[in-house]
């Protein structure tokens, strides 16, 4: 990893003496070199065929039309999106500036998170503005505010990342790191992203599903999911998608990435055993015939997710991918409703934090229904109890802008 960014500067200073085209020759026979391997490795592959990943998304039939679900997004979008930004806590850096041992999470909004744990920090599908490419950039605009920027955030030990779609995988951020001393994990394929935005490739670790590598005492290990991957509507599935285990003895989290309700969930389970805390993506229920049947893109109902993290197994369940970006038919706030009734249901442990809030997942605290609180919030059931947060909201500053 250190070679790299010695590599950087020694460029840096080559260039200034004009005779970096040398240089830059080797550079290019690196990256081809990464490249062959790269391609070396999609062909031996379990999970690729014929330079594609292999697809297995489930396919519900619509019980509305889907043109009718697709125009009812695009003129109903502003009815969906809050009606103003939403509240966020600002990333104490301050706290995060000093490692933890314990398993420390900061919510940076959609599937956006720093965890910290064994004094490690790990950026996990880092995008801190929006979730599209540039020319779409209203359409995607973010619901909340980052609660940090990239550049006052510790700098992370290793950056990860569960595939290559713009909602998990932001250029800018990786150009911003490409010369920081920070390492990078990906599935299989996506390291030609990351060299293209100027990342070395010695920094670059692809994985296949089951790889592991260690990382401050923690195993890291790929582990399926079923999605789909591409950037340009001429690459899909040219690069791998995966969830990750993280395992040490201050936690075992599971983060889902974007994923269909599948068995590789219990498939993980058998293979890595039971988790402390599942990161778990989540979009609204298909209610009364009405709505949109999300598995048929690679995600998960509120009951899909429920079934998910009861196959992994695991004790505390932390929702992401809802409330940042519009990418649905529903509510921004549905998913949240959806899956606390579910919760309420089965007795599972969620924790609720706002973005950019700290949490100790293992810490017992009550749910922080702070979305409820919002104006414009979804109707919802009036047996569902709101109570307080017993986070130190006090104690922080809570920005609504
Ligand atoms: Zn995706």
């Known amino acids: 990893m ?32 990464s490249e062959k391997q790269r391609q070396v490795r999609i062909k031996a592959s379990p999970q ?18 889907k043109l009718y679900l697709n125009i009812i997004s695009f003129l109903n979008r502003s009815r969906l999106k809050p009606q103003a930004s939403l509240p966020y806590v600002k990333a104490d850096i301050k706290a995060l500036n000093k490692r933890s041992q314990s398993l420390r999470v900061t919510w940076l909004g959609h599937s956006s998170l720093f965890m ?36 006052a955030l510790p700098l992370p030990d290793v950056i990860v990342i569960s595939h290559d779609h713009y909602d998990h995988l932001e250029k800018s951020t990786i ?22 935005w ?94 949109y049947p999300v598995e048929n893109c690679g995600h998960m109902q509120a009951r899909h997710t429920m079934q998910a993290f009861q196959d992994l197994g695991a004790e505390t369940l932390f929702p992401v991918h809802w409330s940042t970006f519009e990418l649905f038919t529903h509510q921004w706030d549905e998913p949240m409703n959806d899956l606390i009734e579910e919760a309420e249901a089965s007795g599972a442990r969620v924790v609720t934090p706002m973005v950019g809030e700290v949490c100790y997942p293992k810490r017992r605290q009550e749910i922080s229904f702070w979305w409820r609180k919002i104006e414009g919030a979804s109707e919802r059931k ?20």
């Open 175 to 196: 150009k911003y790191f490409a010369d920081k001393p920070v390492c990078f994990f990906v599935p299989l394929g996506v390291g030609k992203h990351l060299e293209n």
């Open 382 to 401: 009036a047996s569902a109890p709101v109570t307080e947060s017993t986070y130190s909201h006090q104690e922080t500053f809570i920005y609504s802008d």
């Open 116 to 151: 910290e744990m064994n004094d490690a920090r790990i950026l996990i599908d880092p995008v801190f503005e929006f979730a599209a490419p540039l020319i779409a950039r209203s359409w995607f605009s973010r619901n909340v505010n980052s609660p940090v920027t990239k550049e």
């Open 2 to 33: 250190n070679t790299g960014v010695v590599k950087a500067s020694m460029f840096s200073v080559l260039g200034f003496l004009g005779v970096a085209k040398y240089f830059r020759q080797v550079e290019k026979a690196e990256l081809n070199a």
């Open 198 to 291: 100027g990342v070395h490739p010695e920094k670059i670790q692809e994985f296949d599903w089951w790889e592991s590598a260690v990382v401050h005492g923690i195993e890291i290990t790929a582990t399926p999911a079923n999605h789909n991957s591409g950037r340009t509507g001429f690459d899909n599935d040219k690069t791998l998608w995966c969830s990750w285990a993280f395992r040490s003895e201050q936690g075992r989290v599971f983060f889902s990435g974007d994923s269909a309700y599948d068995d590789h969930f219990q498939a993980i389970r058998k293979r890595l055993g039971r988790f402390d805390l599942a990161f778990m993506e989540v979009a609204a229920n298909v209610k009364n015939g009405s709505g």
């Open 48 to 65: 690729f065929q014929r330079g594609k990943v292999i697809g297995r998304m489930p396919y519900t039939p619509y019980q509305e039309s």
